[in-house]
Nanobody, 131 residues
Framework: QVQLVESGGGSVQAGESLRVSCVAS????????MGWFRQAPGKDDEEVAT???????YYTDSMKGRITISKDNSKNTLYLQIQSLQPEDTAMYYC?????????????????????????WGQGTQVTASS
């Protein structure tokens, strides 16, 4: 059973940066897709970014340019760097993993950013940005 544990959330001032992490364990086969999703109070969950194990990435348009998803395979860890945080970024950020649904774009395999294609989820880490 794959387990995902997030960390690194916190409270920051608007304009500051934050990096959240997700350590994966318990998998017996390579994970094809990993990603970050978020859910703000009273709102639906929202995709943030995904990464295929070959390196292809997806970023949501609303945050593109401010976020970077990356993996350190030696540490079984997924990261999300968020720059210039804004109050509207305040949410619980969740790490997800699974075989995903793939698209081939620009020579890269991309993991489609839909919740239903991810099988394993962490408990989340809260990110709060105050103005």
């Amino acid at each position: 059973q794959v387990q995902l544990v997030e960390s690194g959330g916190g409270s920051v001032q608007a304009g500051e940066s934050l990096r959240v992490s997700c350590v994966a364990s318990g998998y017996t086969a390579p994970i094809t897709c990993m990603g970050w999703f978020r859910q703000a109070p009273g709102k639906d969950d929202e995709e943030v970014a995904t990464v295929h194990n070959s390196g292809g990435t997806y970023y949501t348009d609303s945050m593109k340019g401010r976020i970077t998803i990356s993996k350190d395979n030696s540490k079984n860890t997924l990261y999300l760097q968020i720059q210039s945080l804004q109050p509207e970024d305040t949410a619980m950020y969740y790490c997800a993993a699974g075989q995903g649904r793939l698209s081939y774009r620009g020579g890269l395999w991309i993991c489609d950013p839909e919740v239903r294609f991810f099988d394993y989820w962490g408990q989340g880490t809260q990110v709060t940005a105050s103005s």
